[in-house]
């Protein structure tokens, strides 16, 4: 069985990125600014393979659990 999301929050609460977001949106902070602005960010990583082959380095996985994960080894 694989690992399925659980959305149903989604149709109540809209436009948030998640049910605890949308009620403190709504609720004890309707008064301040939701989403005001875009901050960039880097995060500074070390990568380590699995494996090397000659210049080639080589990751071994089973599978990603989600999109963000993939897009590390991309």
Not at 15 to 39: F, M, Q, T, V
Not at 63 to 70: G, K, T, V
Request: net charge positive; hydrophobic share 30%; proline share 4%.
């Amino acid at each position: 069985m694989g690992y399925k999301l659980n959305n149903s929050w989604k149709g109540k609460v809209r436009k948030a990125d998640s049910k605890w977001e949308g009620e403190l949106r709504d609720g004890i902070l309707s008064s301040c600014e939701y989403h005001p602005e875009k901050i960039p960010y880097t995060i500074d990583h070390n990568y380590h393979p699995d494996f090397k082959i000659g210049d080639t380095l080589v990751e071994a996985k089973g599978r990603f659990i989600d999109s963000a994960e993939a897009r590390k080894y991309l």
